[in-house]
């Protein structure tokens, strides 16, 4: 029969265990979190990139609507010089300037038919890329919020966890408290079954000593330890 100071400790263990999971959850909200805020920065990002590339072919068509007004320009003073002038040379002149500019001006508009096609495509592809990439931030921004109310859900449990292993521990008198203690610090579980002759926490064979001590001898109040590990360990029938 397993002596009740071990039981005891079982009961201060499993608590133990549960407090130290919900711990281990509380902590990795916060970076749960902020890793989903780096997937919304990224989905950000990608439209103002999208946006970018739009932005680039509207500068680029105002750049050539400025260069066709300027040469449209140069056009008309071209044609109204050479209206006024009476040599024959002098018109010639105007006329080839006239006809070179013309060529750029016509080279101007191609360019910007190009741009203007290529503006409607980059409006029908950054539209589709907005309309992707919102809904995936709503659905992050979804899960921020699924994560903070799972965060006050735990603070909750961990709260009730925290009076059950009071609770657990106020059985217990200081030597076996402080033992368990000491033991605890390099992890759980501090409290093993041994079994085929083994430590239930490391797994090493333990003397014949200590499986002799483990044997129902835990009623005169000694517990015993692997001579291994140190950690306490019973017998299990």
């Known amino acids: 029969m397993l002596a009740p100071v071990l039981e005891k400790l079982l009961i201060l263990q499993d608590r133990d265990g549960k407090r130290l999971g919900l711990e281990a959850q509380v902590k990795a909200v916060p970076r749960d979190i902020a890793a989903v805020e780096q997937r919304i920065a990224a989905e950000k990002a990608a439209i103002e990139t999208s946006k970018q590339e739009l932005r680039e072919l509207e500068t680029k068509k105002k750049l050539l609507e400025t260069e066709i007004g300027s040469a449209e320009g140069k056009l008309a003073k071209y044609r109204t010089q050479q209206s006024q002038v009476r040599k024959n040379d002098e018109y010639q002149a105007l006329g080839h300037e006239i006809e070179t500019v013309t060529g750029i001006i016509g080279g101007f508009e191609e360019q ?31 899960r921020i919020r699924t994560l903070r109310e799972r965060a006050g859900s735990l603070a909750a449990e961990l709260q009730v966890m925290q009076g059950e292993v009071a609770a657990a521990r106020s059985p217990l008198g200081e030597p076996e408290l402080k033992l368990y203690d000491r033991i605890v610090t390099k992890g759980l579980p501090a409290v093993v079954a041994i079994r085929g002759g083994k430590c239930g926490g490391c797994h090493l064979k333990v003397s014949n000593e200590v499986e002799s001590a483990a044997r129902g001898k835990g009623s005169d109040g000694k517990l015993a330890a692997c001579d291994q590990c140190g950690r306490l360990v019973y017998w299990e029938s």
């Open 112 to 142: 910007e038919l190009e741009v203007m096609y290529g503006i409607d495509e980059a409006r029908k592809r950054f539209a589709a890329a907005e309309a992707e990439l919102k809904a995936n931030i709503a659905g992050h921004e979804a």
